[in-house]
């Protein structure tokens, strides 16, 4: 008993054991992420297995599927939606739901195009109007949820009807306003496309940031007596990931290459990332969605919190139809109407988010939206009807959220164990 008191006092109580035990070498690594999936902690590996299926699946049916030219055009595709689910990701992380983001993505668009088109206004300028408005739509509902205790799936679902309504009386009888071609919204969201040597140049600084960021939180966990992952551990990773993103960008190179929409979508997705795991905000997102009542006695404005993540959602649902309509260089009564909705919801669920907050990542909007644009990619290759896409789409969906369902029960099971 003593032995186990002089070895409590001498190291701090770490949660988050990273070492490397000696002899073990990477077989404790495999162990390691085996206790994590027993635990529960599934992390990202059903949806990596995922895609590895639905590419296997459609390549072995049309070869065209894996081709250099298609894969860009599927990351390209994936961007505008990818940009919406970003911001569902958050409003999930606190255990809430905005099902108005489709028609505010489609207002955006409307908003843009008649103040561009329409009145002539400087593209800067439409462009902050219509993000301007989608920061004031999620002001509205955060207010409508925290101050009046409106439930946030009736709050957005009134959204959803009214802005619907107010994009289609933006856009007139015609229905429809075309925005230039020679615009550099349309350029941007079509032809810009990185120089070929600059898209090496950002795997390298995408690999060395990585190692430098590791490098540096293993040297902060040392200095407080935890553990930490090994150097040679964080070289290998980094050298993975140089591989793997310069194969990537080799392929895509012998076609159109690497879009600078697409390198936008994954900015976003980084920054969003790094906010909310470095960052005090993150953590009181974490907390707010584990357990709000907690958060708020442990002196975390609960409320500040829900503003601030429904505000990010309704304006990168702005973001995306503004990207959406320059993809198609209009904006009409389709812009964010139809599955736009639907899949940007799927798409978060899908890449890991957990409906019952407090779980889920930045990446959840990349990954989930790369499934479902992989599916309606390869079945429009196949020339299947729609609706097989939407089928899968939602058994891909059902089988996501049974997956969170399980893991759930799994993590709580081993909770009480532990």
């Not at 002089?6 to 085996?34: F, I, K, N, Q, Y």
């Not at 961007?79 to 990701?89: E, K, M, P, Q, R």
């Amino acid at each position: 008993m003593a032995d186990v008191k002089a070895a409590e006092t001498a190291a701090p109580l770490d949660l988050l054991d990273e070492r490397l035990r000696r002899g073990d070498g990477w077989r404790s690594v495999a162990g390691g992420l085996w206790r994590r999936v027993r635990s529960g902690d599934l992390g990202v590996l059903p949806i990596v297995l995922g895609l590895v299926v639905i590419w296997t699946v459609f390549q072995s049916l049309n070869s065209v599927f894996l081709s250099s030219a298609n894969l860009v055009n599927l990351l390209m595709e994936s961007a505008s939606v990818g940009i919406i689910a970003l911001g569902v990701v958050c409003v999930l992380l606190v255990g809430q739901i905005d099902l108005s983001v489709g028609s505010v993505s489609g207002l955006s668009a409307a908003l843009t195009a008649v103040t561009f088109v329409s009145h002539g206004w400087p593209l800067p300028l439409s462009m902050a109007a219509a993000l301007g408005a989608g920061a004031l739509i999620g002001v509205v509902y955060a207010q409508m949820v925290t101050r009046l205790g409106v439930p946030s799936f009736v709050a957005t679902l009134a959204g959803l009807l009214s802005f619907l309504g107010i994009q289609l009386w933006l856009l007139g009888d015609t229905g429809a306003i075309n925005l230039p071609f020679e615009s550099d919204l349309v350029h941007f969201a079509q032809l810009a496309f990185l120089p070929e040597w600059l898209s090496y140049v950002l795997v390298v600084v995408a690999a060395g940031w990585l190692f430098a960021t590791g490098y540096g939180l293993a040297r902060t966990r040392r200095a407080a007596g935890l553990s930490a992952r090994s150097t040679s551990l964080l070289v290998a990773r980094s050298a993975a990931v140089l591989l793997g993103l310069g194969f990537a960008v080799w392929y895509l190179n012998r076609a159109r290459g690497v879009g600078w929409l697409f390198v936008s979508f994954v900015v976003l997705v980084l920054l969003l990332h790094y906010a909310l795991t470095r960052t005090g905000w993150g953590r009181s997102v974490f907390a707010v969605g584990g357990n709000a009542e907690a958060a708020r006695r442990a002196g975390i404005n609960v409320r500040r919190v829900y503003t601030s993540v429904f505000v990010l959602c309704s304006t990168l649902a702005a973001l995306g139809g503004m990207i959406a309509a320059a993809r198609l260089a209009a904006a009409n009564q389709a812009t964010g109407a139809g599955d736009v909705n639907l899949n940007a919801i799927a798409a978060a669920v899908i890449g890991g988010t957990s409906l019952f907050g407090g779980r889920g990542s930045a990446f959840s909007a990349l990954l989930g939206i790369l499934v479902i644009q992989s599916i309606s990619n390869g079945l429009t290759l196949l020339d299947l009807d729609s609706s097989f896409r939407f089928i899968i789409t939602g058994l891909v969906l059902a089988l996501a959220v049974t997956l969170d369902s399980v893991a759930r029960r799994s993590r709580v099971a081993h909770g009480r164990a532990a």
